[in-house]
């Protein structure tokens, strides 16, 4: 299967997307590199607690038009990545394109990247008219003025937890470390009515996975990674695995307690 592709997007003239790629990878621009549409991507590692996989983060020219590109193409975008200058107000007249397409394409993850965005309208993009579009586009400040207890930090540490919690269209499941240290029960030591049971939660969990998309659609980045974060817990619990956490209470990327789902 191929790897899912990020487009990467500078609106601003003095920061290109190689740089923003470069920053996210972390490594020589050099390395890991694969031709995609005739061009150069760059493949970039994720590994979470519960899957592995790669993805092929792609430089797009923003003088081009997505939508115009080959539909073989089109089909692997599974992310949109925005840099913007929040100096330029003009930038807000693009938003509605890159948000309707997310739309249209059922992209999962969109995300506006800034170094921070202003309180005046007086001096540029305020948070408020960032966050227009918050169901499609997620905001990340590189640099946010004194952020709240509980609020993200920002950074680009932000950018690698939002890569982690989308679930593309690749992942590999985490799982063989904790088969091995037998976490996990076998099938023969289960009874009948145990087997039935675990068969009608998974039958049950298929059902949440199958309608994620839809369940998510109108949740913002924080509130699809707590959606997630909580059907990853009904999957260990259906499937015998030991949790490395003590107690009932979880914390999502921001720092928010939730309940884990029944």
């Known amino acids: 299967m191929p790897e899912p592709v990020v487009l990467v997007i500078s609106e601003?003239?003095?920061?290109?997307?190689?740089?923003?790629?470069?920053?996210?990878?972390?490594?020589s621009p050099d390395e890991n590199v694969c031709e995609i549409n005739g061009k150069t991507g760059?493949?970039?590692?994720?590994?979470?607690?519960?899957y592995q996989t790669d993805v092929v983060l792609y430089p797009f020219p923003a003088s081009d038009v997505i939508s115009?590109?080959?539909?073989?193409?089109?089909?692997?975008?599974?992310?949109v990545l925005i840099y913007?200058?929040?100096?330029?107000?003009?930038?807000?007249?693009?938003?509605?394109?890159?948000?309707?397409?997310?739309?249209?394409?059922?992209?999962?993850l969109g995300i506006l990247l800034c170094e921070r965005v202003f309180d005046d309208s007086k001096d540029g993009v305020t948070y408020k008219e960032a966050k227009k579009f918050s169901r499609l586009l997620d905001l990340i400040e590189l640099n946010p003025d004194n952020p709240a207890d509980g609020e993200p930090q920002g950074g680009y540490d932000e950018v690698h937890v939002a890569l982690r919690n989308t679930i593309w269209s690749n992942i590999s499941m985490s799982g063989d470390e904790k088969n091995k240290s037998g976490t996990v029960k076998k099938s023969s030591d289960l009874s009948e009515k145990e087997i039935e049971d675990k068969l009608a939660d998974f039958e049950k969990l298929l059902t949440q996975a199958v309608n994620f998309r839809s369940n998510t659609s109108d949740l913002g980045r924080n509130e699809r990674l707590l959606y997630a974060?909580?059907?990853?817990?009904?999957?260990?619990?259906?499937?015998?695995?030991?949790?490395?956490?003590?107690?009932?209470?979880?914390?999502?990327?921001?720092?928010?307690?939730?309940?884990?789902?029944?």
């Open 12 to 27: 601003c003239n003095q920061t290109d997307s190689c740089k923003i790629i470069n920053d996210i990878r972390n490594c």
């Open 42 to 50: 760059y493949k970039h590692s994720i590994s979470s607690k519960y």
């Open 68 to 79: 115009e590109c080959n539909e073989s193409f089109l089909e692997l975008i599974e992310g």
């Open 84 to 108: 913007f200058n929040p100096s330029n107000r003009e930038f807000l007249d693009k938003l509605e394109s890159y948000a309707n397409f997310i739309d249209e394409r059922g992209i999962e």
């Open 229 to 262: 974060q909580q059907f990853a817990d009904a999957f260990e619990s259906i499937f015998g695995v030991e949790s490395d956490e003590d107690g009932d209470d979880e914390e999502d990327a921001s720092g928010n307690s939730y309940q884990k789902l029944e």
